[in-house]
């Protein structure tokens, strides 16, 4: 069965430090997104592709997020530099298209020290 | 604004009862609504979805709901709780326009009793 992979799966870092977080969906699909997951807390939307154009990014803090999709298939988030408040869990997830449902990564576990 | 609301942050059932998982949700427009399950460092996995059509939506492993709009609520249901049941689960609403954009709830952790 597919899988959306991401890499890697868990990261430990400094503050002030850059970090980066690796996604590849599942073929053929076209919808790509990031989501940012606090403990405790359910996911939250960071930034949603439609192959490689972003259509909703207005929950990603851009002062120091920034995600790219350049071909249409994998995508890279990145952090820089990492704050503290930046622990968490992110996830990819990708679909057929916005229609149809989300299928989620295991996830990159965050902690910024 | 869409908004979803689940009842309950922990619940614990003994293995054998009945689960019941509670999610309203606010929305100007019928929407529509997922059940995921998150195991502990995993993703989250798709248990059943509600689109159109029969308000009664069945999904993987036993596990049932029902969109009941005039309660405006979607609530999760396993006549039979199994200790692999012990997770945690997020009710979630996504709009049916636009970028369909998915709002999730909170998440209600369920540990199951032997």
Redesign the interface.
């Known amino acids: 069965e597919a899988e959306?992979a991401q890499s890697p799966r868990y990261k430990i870092t400094e503050k002030s430090q850059a970090v980066a977080f690796w996604c590849d969906p599942i073929s053929g699909h076209a919808t790509l997104y990031w989501y940012r997951q606090i403990l405790?807390?359910?996911?939250?939307?960071l930034v949603?592709f439609q192959d490689e154009s972003v259509?909703?990014d207005s929950q990603l803090p851009k002062d120091r997020f920034s995600a790219e999709r350049l071909k249409g298939v994998d995508s890279t988030l990145k952090i820089q530099p990492a704050e503290l408040g930046d622990s968490a869990m992110y996830?990819c997830?990708s679909s057929f298209d916005?229609?149809n449902?989300?299928?989620?990564?295991?996830?990159t576990?965050l902690t910024v020290l | 604004a869409q908004s979803?609301t689940q009842l309950g942050?922990h619940v614990s059932v003994s293995e054998g009862a009945l689960v019941l998982l509670r999610c309203n949700y606010s929305s100007s427009v019928p929407p529509y609504l997922?059940w995921?399950v998150q195991y502990p460092?995993?993703?989250?996995?798709?248990l059943l979805?509600y689109t159109t059509g029969a308000t009664l939506v069945k999904g993987i492993n036993g596990f049932e709901a029902e969109f009941k709009k005039s309660e405006t609520s979607f609530h999760l249901t396993k006549p039979s709780a199994h200790m692999s049941d012990a997770a945690e689960y997020?009710c979630?609403v996504s709009g049916t326009s636009g970028?369909?954009?998915?709002i999730?709830?909170?998440?209600t952790r369920l540990k199951v009793l032997a």
């Open positions: 959306v405790g807390q359910g996911p939250e939307l949603q259509v909703d996830l997830a916005r229609y449902e989300q299928f989620f990564g295991p996830g576990r | 979803v942050s997922f995921y460092n995993q993703g989250l996995q798709l979805k997020f979630a970028t369909y954009k998915y999730f709830g909170t998440g």
